[in-house]
């Protein structure tokens, strides 16, 4: 039976595929979020967890709706809405 060979990637290297910075790649790697290993006094990511995590990170459909606000209603948009308001503005001054 063969081995496959482990492919290596160094953090920047990860990172880079990745598409985040170095700085969240350690983020990730503290967090327990990626697995990584030190050998010596250098970092290195295994390409397989990296694909993995990559995998693991996707986002499924209708889970992101706490990230934009209600839609406004005509009434509240045609009144400007509470922000809007600057009725009081002179009665603050």
Do not use: C
């Amino acid at each position: 039976m063969s081995e496959k060979q482990i492919e290596w990637l160094n953090t920047e290297t990860a990172a880079r595929r990745l598409g985040i910075t170095t700085r969240t790649l350690y983020r990730f790697i503290n967090e327990g979020g990626l697995p990584a290993y030190r050998m010596g006094r250098v970092i290195r990511v295994k390409q397989t967890d990296v694909d993995a995590f990559i995998e693991s990170s996707r986002i499924q459909p209708g889970t992101l709706s706490h990230l934009y606000p209600d839609p406004i209603s005509a009434q509240d948009a045609q009144e400007g809405g509470e922000s809007g308001d600057d009725s009081d503005v002179d009665a603050v001054r």
